[in-house]
Nanobody
Framework: QVQLVESGGGLVQAGGSLRLSCAAS????????VGWYRQAPGKQRELVAT???????NYADSVKGRFTVSKDNAKNTVYLQMNSLKPEDTAVYYC?????????????WGQGTQVTVSS
């Protein structure tokens, strides 16, 4: 099993910044890619950013140029630096880790952390 724990959420004014962390523990050898998702009230969960084992990154158009995903392999932690935050970034942010090992797919989610951006 893999456990993912997000932290760093909170209340911030528009234009401010937050850094989210996703700390992984357990059978982390199963993980290859990590993604950040978010879900606003009444909306579907959407992909925000991903980072692969080879450090390739991808971003949703809505956050390009404002958010940066990175990782610290020594700490088994993935970060999401969020700058120039907007009220529409308000959501619960989730960390997701996926991998394939010996033909078996693995998919893990964290519990989520609330981000609220006030106007």
């Amino acid at each position: 099993q893999v456990q993912l724990v997000e932290s760093g959420g909170g209340l911030v004014q528009a234009g401010g910044s937050l850094r989210l962390s996703c700390a992984a523990s357990g059978s982390i050898f199963k993980i290859s890619d990590v993604g950040w998702y978010r879900q606003a009230p009444g909306k579907q969960r959407e992909l925000v950013a991903t980072i692969t084992k080879a450090d390739y990154t991808n971003y949703a158009d809505s956050v390009k140029g404002r958010f940066t995903v990175s990782k610290d392999n020594a700490k088994n932690t993935v970060y999401l630096q969020m700058n120039s935050l907007k009220p529409e970034d308000t959501a619960v942010y989730y960390c997701n880790a996926t991998g394939v090992l010996f033909g078996r797919n693995y998919n893990y989610w964290g519990q989520g952390t609330q981000v609220t951006v006030s106007s």
